[in-house]
Every structure is written in structure tokens, then in C-alpha cells.
């Protein structure tokens, strides 16, 4: 069964960092582009970052270039994002997907979500 499975989301203050892990299973994750997603409350779920599955490639919104990094570990499997510097804004359920591209594929595998509130 091909499956994407996040984590790290967390309670954080403001300025605070975080990183997410995006690991696959079933399916070897080098293969595809893998995208990070975030649906906040009562608001369309955006595209945040994603890394080409060729040449590494990244990609960023404008809202969070600057304060978020993704990256690979082929070895074991697993996208990441780091978030510095969070704002309140960036309150969401972040989630990944894989795509034959990035940034203009069709996204699907998706995971189940984790949970980032950024908060005093």
C-alpha cells in the first residue's frame, strides 16, 4: 500500500522553529516530486513547498520563502520541512503528497495531516 505519513506538527511560539517529516512507504519516495500542503481553518488548502524528484529542485510560496527549507533524505525515505521563524498565520494542518513534478503536478498519495499551531 503506497502511503505518505507526516509528523512533527506541535504547539509553538511565534519565532519558534519546527520540522516536519514527510515518510513514505510502499513506494520509494526518490521517485516522485513530494509537495508540502496547508489548510488552515475556514481557508482553501495552499501549497507551501515542494522538491523535484531529478534534480532536487525546490519550490516556495512567497509567504514562507526565507523561513521554510524542504529537503530529502533518499536514504531513509523522508521528505522535511523545516519552518523557522513561525508566525501565527502559520497555524495549519500541513500536509504532503507526491506528484511526477514540481511545482506543476498532479499531487495524490496524501497523507493523513499533522497539526502546527503557532501561538503565545
Known amino acids: 500500500q503506497l502511503q505518505l505519513v507526516e509528523s512533527g506538527g506541535d504547539l509553538v511560539q511565534p519565532g519558534g522553529s519546527l520540522r516536519l517529516s514527510c515518510a513514505a512507504s510502499?513506494?520509494?519516495?526518490?521517485?516522485?516530486?513530494i509537495g508540502w500542503f496547508r489548510q488552515a481553518p475556514g481557508k482553501e488548502r495552499e501549497g507551501v513547498s515542494c522538491?523535484?524528484?531529478?534534480?532536487?529542485?525546490?519550490d516556495y510560496a512567497d509567504s514562507v520563502k526565507g523561513r521554510f527549507t524542504i529537503s530529502r533524505d533518499n536514504a531513509k525515505n523522508t521528505v522535511y520541512l523545516q519552518m523557522n521563524s513561525l508566525k501565527p498565520e502559520d497555524t495549519a494542518i500541513y500536509y504532503c503528497?507526491?506528484?511526477?513534478?514540481?511545482?506543476?503536478?498532479?499531487?495524490?498519495?496524501w497523507g493523513q495531516g499533522t497539526q502546527v499551531t503557532v501561538s503565545s
Open positions: 522538491i523535484a524528484s531529478s534534480d532536487g529542485n525546490t
Open positions: 510502499g513506494f520509494t519516495l526518490d521517485e516522485f516530486a
Open positions: 503528497a507526491a506528484a511526477k513534478f514540481c511545482p506543476a503536478g498532479t499531487w495524490g498519495y
